[in-house]
C-alpha cells in the first residue's frame, strides 16, 4: 500500500438484481482509488444467492463471479490502489422473508421484522465453504486481499452474539462456540485462497447491543481471529438495530478510537477503525499507536481526493461530510443507489456529463444568491473558466446552510459553509454583499448567462391570527433574530419544526409540536430521525400528531386533536410549515434576453440536495 488508508466496504446498490458489477460500480470504486486511497474496499460480494440487505447488492456465489470480479480489480488498479473484496451474508437482515435464516430464530428490530429459520449444522458447513470459494474468486480475479464481513449483525456477527445466538449445539452457547462458524470460515478461505491471500476480518468492537457481547468478549475473539489466520482487524461499533447511535453527529469525532486501543493492546496484527474518525483523529491514532490505517466511508463518498488534496498541501480544497447520512445510509436501508447531498457526482462518475470540463467559451456568469446553490454554482462556473460575480443582498454567506448548523448536532454544516466561502476566495470569484439587486443594473446586464438562486422564505400559512405579534417564524427563532416566552407551541412538525423543538428545549422552553400528518418529522431519513425523536421524548417535548390548527390567539394555539377541539396554551407560536420561492426577481430577468436559470429554492423550496444538485447541473453545462 502507498498509505495507510483504506476506503471502507461500501454498499452502493449500483449491481443489478442477480448481482451483477454494472459500470457504475466500476466508475465508482477507481474515482476513490484515483484520488489516491492506498486500499480500495468494494461492498459486499455475498457467498450465497440469498442473504443479501437488497437485490442489487454485489453477488459471488458461483465461478460465473470471476469475470465480474475481475472488471472490479481492474477499474481500482487502474486507479493507483490495492484492490480487497468484501464478502460476507447478511443472515436476518436480508431482503427475502421466505428464505430468512441465521444463528437461531430472533427476529429483527428492524427492516422486515421476520422470524428467520435457524441454520443446520450442514448449513452453516456450506456457508463456511461459500466463505472460501468466493475468496478463491477474489483472488483468481486479482484481488490483493479479502475482507470477511462479520460486523453489523449480519450473519457472522449474529453467530458471535449471546443476544441473537441461542444455540444448543456446537456453534452455541459460550464465546468458543460461538466464533467457532467465524473460525472455519477463517479456515476455509486460507485453505482454498492460500495462506498467502491477505485476509481483513471485519468485526464489531462493541455491539451496543442489550445481552450482547462485551467489549472484553470481543477483544477475546479478536485473538481468536488472528490466531485462526485472520491478517489484520476491520473494527465497527454496533448493529443496525442498536439502540445506542454509532454514526451520527451527536457522536464525537474519535469518541470510539478507544475501542481500537483496546484491541490492539491485545493483537499483534493491523488494527483499523471507521465510524466517526476524520483524518484528524486518525493522524493522531495512527502516532499513538492506536491503529495501524484510517479507514473511513462516508468521507471518500463526499470527496474523494482527500489524501490527494492532503499531500499537495490544501486541506482547505475538501468537501467535508456533514453526517446526514441521507443519500448513503438512508438510501442503501431503502434498497436505492447511494448518492451524496454535497458530492454530485457521486453514483455518476460514469455520466461524463457529471464532469467539470473546460468551458468552450469563457462567459461573464452573474449568479444572485449567496446559499449554497448560489456558492456552488460560482465555483463551478468559475472552475471552468468563467469569470464569475456572486450578487448576496445578506450581510454574509450561507443562506438556509446558516440557519441549519444551528440546531443541537449540526455543526457539521458550518464545515460546509467554510468549504464554500474559502472556495470563492481562493478562485478569485468577485462578491458582493448587501446587495439588492437591480435587473437594470451593469453587472446584470453584461452577463451573458444569468443564474437565480436567491433561496426561499418561511411560508406563513392562512390561519386566522397568523399575523399575531406573539407568532414568529423557525428561522427567525433559530438565528435569535425574535426570542420566546417560557411556553412554545411550534405549527409544524417536519425536521425543522422538529430541530426546533430541541433547540428551544435546551434552553429551558417547554414546547409542544403540532404536526398536521400522522408521522412526526416525516420529512426525514431512518438513519437519523429516530435520535431526534428520541432525544425530544427524553426532554419532555410533547408530540402531537394529526392535529388541525385551527386558529392562533393570545392565549396559544386552538386545535382539532383526535376529534376534539382543544387549546394549547402557548406564550408564543413558532411556524414550522415550510418554505416557499422568493420568485420576486423572475420575470424581470427572463425578460432581458440574456442566459437564464433558477437553481435550488428558486425553482421550488426543496433540500439541500437539489440545491447543490442543481447548481452543479448548471453550471457545467454553460
Same mark, same amino acid.
Given at each position: 500500500?502507498?498509505? !495507510? ?14 448481482? !451483477? ?7 465508482? =470504486? ?8 492506498? =486500499? ?14 437488497? &437485490?442489487?447488492m454485489l453477488g459471488g456465489w458461483n465461478d460465473s463471479f470471476i469475470e465480474d470480479f475481475r472488471e472490479l480489480s481492474s477499474s481500482i488498479h487502474s486507479g493507483g490502489a490495492k484492490a480487497c473484496l468484501s464478502i460476507g451474508h447478511c443472515g436476518r437482515y436480508a431482503h427475502q422473508k421466505e428464505e430468512l435464516a441465521d444463528a437461531s430464530s430472533v427476529p429483527t428490530r428492524i427492516m422486515t421484522h421476520a422470524e428467520p429459520r435457524q441454520l443446520t449444522a450442514n448449513e452453516i458447513a456450506q456457508l463456511a465453504k461459500g466463505f472460501g470459494d468466493t475468496a478463491r474468486r477474489a483472488r483468481e480475479a486479482g484481488f490483493d486481499a479479502v475482507e470477511v464481513c462479520g460486523c453489523a449483525g449480519y450473519l457472522l456477527s449474529s453467530f458471535l452474539s449471546p443476544w441473537t445466538n441461542l444455540r444448543k449445539d456446537r456453534y452455541g452457547g459460550s464465546l468458543e462456540n460461538r466464533a467457532r462458524f467465524s473460525l472455519e470460515v477463517i479456515e476455509a478461505i486460507k485453505a482454498v485462497a492460500g495462506k498467502d491471500f491477505p485476509l481483513i476480518f471485519r468485526m464489531c468492537a462493541d455491539e451496543l447491543m442489550p ?9 477475546? $475473539? ?26 451520527? &453527529? ?90 451524496? #447531498? ?17 468551458? $468552450?467559451?469563457?462567459?461573464? $456568469? ?24 456572486? =450578487? ?8 438556509? =446552510? ?9 455543526? *457539521?454544516?458550518?464545515?460546509? +459553509? ?26 446584470? !446586464? ?26 414568529? +417564524? ?24 422538529? *430541530?426546533? %423543538? ?9 414546547? +409542544? ?27 419532555? /417535548? ?7 390548527? /385551527? !386558529? ?6 386552538? %386545535? ?12 408564543? #407560536? #413558532?411556524?414550522? /410549515? ?7 426577481? $423572475? ?36
Amino acid at each position: 500500500m502507498k498509505n !495507510r488508508i483504506k476506503f471502507a466496504s461500501t454498499t452502493t446498490c449500483y449491481g443489478t438484481e442477480d448481482g !451483477r458489477v454494472t459500470e457504475a460500480e466500476k466508475k465508482w =470504486l477507481e474515482e476513490r482509488a484515483r484520488g489516491d486511497v492506498g =486500499l480500495v474496499t468494494t461492498g459486499i460480494a455475498h457467498v450465497t444467492s440469498w442473504g443479501r440487505l437488497n &437485490p442489487r447488492m454485489l453477488g459471488g456465489w458461483n465461478d460465473s463471479f470471476i469475470e465480474d470480479f475481475r472488471e472490479l480489480s481492474s477499474s481500482i488498479h487502474s486507479g493507483g490502489a490495492k484492490a480487497c473484496l468484501s464478502i460476507g451474508h447478511c443472515g436476518r437482515y436480508a431482503h427475502q422473508k421466505e428464505e430468512l435464516a441465521d444463528a437461531s430464530s430472533v427476529p429483527t428490530r428492524i427492516m422486515t421484522h421476520a422470524e428467520p429459520r435457524q441454520l443446520t449444522a450442514n448449513e452453516i458447513a456450506q456457508l463456511a465453504k461459500g466463505f472460501g470459494d468466493t475468496a478463491r474468486r477474489a483472488r483468481e480475479a486479482g484481488f490483493d486481499a479479502v475482507e470477511v464481513c462479520g460486523c453489523a449483525g449480519y450473519l457472522l456477527s449474529s453467530f458471535l452474539s449471546p443476544w441473537t445466538n441461542l444455540r444448543k449445539d456446537r456453534y452455541g452457547g459460550s464465546l468458543e462456540n460461538r466464533a467457532r462458524f467465524s473460525l472455519e470460515v477463517i479456515e476455509a478461505i486460507k485453505a482454498v485462497a492460500g495462506k498467502d491471500f491477505p485476509l481483513i476480518f471485519r468485526m464489531c468492537a462493541d455491539e451496543l447491543m442489550p445481552e450482547g457481547n462485551s467489549p472484553e468478549d470481543l477483544r477475546n $475473539v479478536g485473538k481468536m481471529f488472528e490466531e485462526a489466520g485472520a491478517d489484520a482487524l476491520s473494527l465497527t461499533v454496533g448493529w443496525h438495530e442498536s439502540r445506542i447511535p454509532a454514526i451520527s &453527529p451527536e457522536i464525537s469525532r474519535g469518541h470510539w478510537l478507544y475501542l481500537a486501543e483496546g484491541m490492539k493492546k491485545e493483537v499483534r496484527i493491523p488494527v483499523m477503525m471507521a465510524y466517526r474518525v476524520s483524518v484528524t483523529e486518525a493522524e493522531q491514532g495512527i502516532q499513538e499507536g492506536i491503529i495501524d490505517l484510517w479507514e473511513a466511508s462516508r468521507p471518500f463518498i463526499a470527496d474523494p481526493e482527500i489524501p490527494k488534496k492532503l499531500a499537495e498541501g490544501r486541506p482547505e480544497d475538501i468537501v467535508p461530510c456533514i453526517c446526514c447520512c441521507q443519500g448513503c445510509y438512508d438510501s442503501v436501508f431503502r434498497g436505492l443507489p447511494i448518492w451524496c #447531498v454535497v458530492n454530485p457526482r457521486a453514483g455518476k462518475e460514469n455520466d461524463p456529463e457529471y464532469t467539470i470540463k473546460p468551458a $468552450v467559451q469563457e462567459k461573464n $456568469v452573474v449568479v444572485i444568491g449567496g446559499g449554497p446553490a448560489g456558492m456552488e454554482a460560482a465555483i463551478v462556473s468559475a472552475m471552468r473558466g468563467h469569470n464569475v460575480n456572486l =450578487l448576496e443582498k445578506g450581510a454574509q454567506l450561507g443562506g438556509n =446552510l446558516l440557519t441549519a448548523s444551528i440546531p443541537p448536532f449540526k455543526e *457539521e454544516f458550518v464545515g460546509l +459553509t467554510r468549504y464554500f466561502t474559502d472556495q470563492l476566495k481562493k478562485m478569485g470569484i468577485a462578491v458582493k454583499l448587501n446587495y439588492e439587486v437591480d435587473p437594470m443594473s451593469q453587472e446584470v !446586464r453584461e452577463a451573458d448567462a444569468v443564474i437565480l438562486a436567491n433561496g426561499a422564505l418561511p411560508l406563513i400559512p392562512e390561519i386566522p391570527g397568523v399575523e399575531r405579534e406573539n407568532v414568529v +417564524t423557525a428561522l427567525d427563532v433559530l438565528m435569535e433574530k425574535k426570542s420566546v416566552g417560557d411556553t412554545v407551541v411550534i405549527v409544524g412538525g417536519g425536521l425543522v419544526g422538529c *430541530e426546533t %423543538a430541541e433547540f428551544l428545549s435546551k434552553k429551558g422552553k417547554h414546547v +409542544t409540536v403540532l404536526e398536521m400528518l400522522d408521522k412526526m418529522a416525516g420529512d426525514m431519513g431512518p438513519t437519523l430521525r429516530w435520535r431526534l425523536l428520541f432525544r425530544l421524548g427524553k426532554m419532555g /417535548v410533547s408530540l402531537e400528531n394529526g392535529v388541525q390548527v /385551527v !386558529r392562533i390567539n393570545e392565549d396559544g394555539v386552538e %386545535a382539532v386533536c383526535k376529534g376534539q377541539q382543544k387549546l394549547f396554551p402557548a406564550d408564543n #407560536v #413558532v411556524l414550522a /410549515v415550510g418554505m416557499e420561492s422568493d420568485d420576486g426577481l $423572475v420575470q424581470e430577468l427572463k425578460s432581458r434576453g440574456a442566459m437564464f436559470y433558477q437553481v435550488g429554492d428558486a425553482v421550488k423550496a426543496r433540500k439541500l440536495t437539489e440545491a447543490i444538485q442543481e447548481a452543479y447541473v448548471v453550471a457545467t453545462r454553460l
